[in-house]
């Protein structure tokens, strides 16, 4: 069965950090782009960053300079680095793989409030 789990969310205070993760079935990770999404209250969701299998890297413009993405093909984990956070920063975070783009997993919440 194909999976996508995510963890690491949580309430954290403006200027903040944290570390999310999303462990995923191998058939789907090893040689395909991953990325990570996010879906605030009454927004669309939208693409955060993205990793390629060869490690290239890209990100929505609000997220620059703060957010870093990485993964780990021994542990076919991706990884989401999130640094400064700011409150528009809060949403539901889904990570996603481009062999499966209609499927995902329950997500993490991040909060970002004083």
């Known amino acids: 069965q194909v999976q996508l789990v995510e963890s690491g969310g949580g309430l954290v205070q403006p200027g903040g950090s944290l570390i999310l993760s999303c462990a995923a079935s191998a058939s789907i990770f090893k040689t395909y782009a991953m990325g990570w999404y996010r879906q605030a209250p009454g927004k669309q969701r939208e693409l955060v960053a993205r990793?390629?299998?060869?490690?290239?890297?890209n990100y929505v413009d609000s997220v620059k300079g703060r957010f870093t993405i990485s993964r780990d093909s021994a542990k076919n984990t991706v990884y989401l680095q999130m640094t400064s956070l700011k409150p528009e920063d809060t949403a539901v975070y889904y990570c996603?793989?481009?062999?499966?783009?209609?499927?995902w997993g329950q997500g993490t919440q991040v909060t970002v409030s004083s």
């Open positions: 996603n793989s481009e062999a499966r783009p209609g499927q």
């Open positions: 990793i390629t299998s060869g490690g290239r890297t």
